[in-house]
């Protein structure tokens, strides 16, 4: 079975869009949770959200792909363009590099993408046109976009990601909620591993910050009604957490057949070794307190790259800010870690960056690969107040300076998906 490098990151999220932006933000502890400025936020409970500074040209997108393309895809480019361009490999509109084999024996070029929501926002403004009930058609005949088309269906952000890059192996998106990000670059760690592609750009997106959206995640109170003070609202583990904070987002990485990246020279951040994930058939939105599923798909993953619980150096939690999701993981790092949980620092970026659906899986994995790159670990924001049933040591407010070996990262999301993945610095081999 061959082995899975991380050789490219991209990034954007709130308050950083670019990857170093987006680093300095976590080692510094800020947050990125302000009040809703997309629309006016006053008709819901909740009213804030971690929004990015995002320009689709000064990110080198086309007029025509910004065009056809709603926000989430947008995010997706940009990210997947900083991804190639740090990974060193030409993967440009020539085709260079990016042959599947067929016509010159050049590596297998594969996508996999996550999305929760799709093109939520354009969706919105376009059902609005379609079914507009007091418009006569014979009179006013106005159809909606001609891209409509790219909207609606989830996929097109695989070709797009796929076109812009000429990677004419498998393409695939990926949805399984706030898991989704975690699927799809473990989907994409398979490919590597089963031989069924040499490269694999992976990652995820989303910009759910549209009226329907808050309205949703509203409706069922998962999400926090801090809004007299936003830049503290996201406060995972905290015993004064009230929900998460809508995000939105992307990361792509880079995901390589080692042996070939060993071969072109590349920087290797670090390897994946295992993924597994789970699904706790029970709840919609409901967790089981015991948090077996979740330590079912940690240990899983921690075999598959036989990898023993004590190497693990720090775990990205999924960290969300309810009541029930901080209780049920932090039960779950107890059951598959062992003593060990209590020794090993834990951490949610969603303190600083809010939750950004299926994106932030794929955003957790890049703060894994730095804190492995830099040896330090990212903190939980807004921390201050104990739990009982939250006892880890979630490195509460300040960056810490820890020799990550290895990581491991976990997402939960809605539906009852439970996903793990490790990514280890190397076995002293390369």
């Not at 998460?244 to 995901?255: D, N, T």
Request: hydrophobic share 40%; glycine share 10%.
């Amino acid at each position: 079975m061959r082995r899975t490098a991380i050789t490219g990151i991209g990034v954007v999220a709130p308050g950083g869009t670019v990857r170093k932006e987006f680093w300095d933000l976590l080692t510094e502890g800020r947050t990125a949770t302000r009040r809703l400025s997309f629309f006016d936020p006053t008709q819901f409970r909740s009213q804030i959200a971690a929004e990015c500074d995002f320009d689709p040209a000064a990110a080198g997108l086309t007029p025509q792909e910004i065009a056809r393309n709603d926000r989430f895809v947008q995010f997706a480019l940009a990210a997947a363009t900083e991804a190639v361009a740090d990974s060193g490999l030409d993967l440009g509109r020539d085709g260079a590099d990016s042959a599947d084999g067929a016509d010159g024996g050049g590596p297998v070029v594969a996508v996999s993408m996550g999305s929760a929501v799709g093109a939520t926002t354009r969706l919105e403004d376009e059902y609005v046109v379609a079914s507009d009930s007091g418009r006569d058609w014979l009179v006013d005949p106005v159809y909606a976009s001609s891209f409509l088309y790219h909207a609606l269906v989830p996929s097109c952000l695989a070709t797009e990601v796929a076109c812009r890059f000429s990677a004419h192996g498998p393409a695939h998106v990926v949805s399984t909620g706030c898991t989704s990000g975690i699927d799809a670059v473990g989907y994409g760690h398979q490919l590597i591993a089963d031989g069924e592609a040499d490269i694999v750009i992976a990652g995820a997106t989303d910009a759910p910050l549209s009226p329907i959206s808050i309205a949703c995640f509203d409706a069922i109170r998962a999400t926090s009604a801090r809004n007299d003070d936003p830049e503290h609202a996201s406060r995972p583990f905290d015993a004064s957490r009230d929900g998460f904070v809508m995000g939105e987002g992307s990361a792509v990485l880079i995901l390589e057949d080692l042996e070939h990246a060993r071969a072109r020279g590349a920087h290797v951040y670090c390897e994946i070794t295992g993924y597994a994930a789970r699904s706790n058939a029970f709840h919609m939105t409901g967790l089981k307190a015991d948090g077996l599923d979740m330590a079912e798909a940690i240990s899983d993953a921690l075999r598959q790259g036989r990898t023993d619980p004590t190497r693990i150096g720090y775990v990205n939690a999924h960290g969300s800010g309810t009541k029930q999701n901080d209780r049920h993981e932090t039960a779950a790092f107890k059951k598959s870690l062992g003593q060990h949980a209590y020794d090993v620092p834990v951490s949610s970026i969603k303190s600083m960056v809010g939750h950004s659906l299926g994106a932030i899986g794929a955003i957790e994995i890049v703060a894994c690969a730095l804190a492995i790159e830099n040896r330090v670990v990212p903190p939980t924001a807004n921390w201050s107040s104990r739990d009982p049933e939250c006892d880890l040591d979630y490195v509460p407010n300040i960056a810490r300076e820890h020799d990550v070996d290895v990581a491991l990262s976990v997402g939960s999301g809605f539906g009852g998906f439970q996903s793990a993945i490790v990514l280890d610095r190397g076995r002293g081999d390369r």
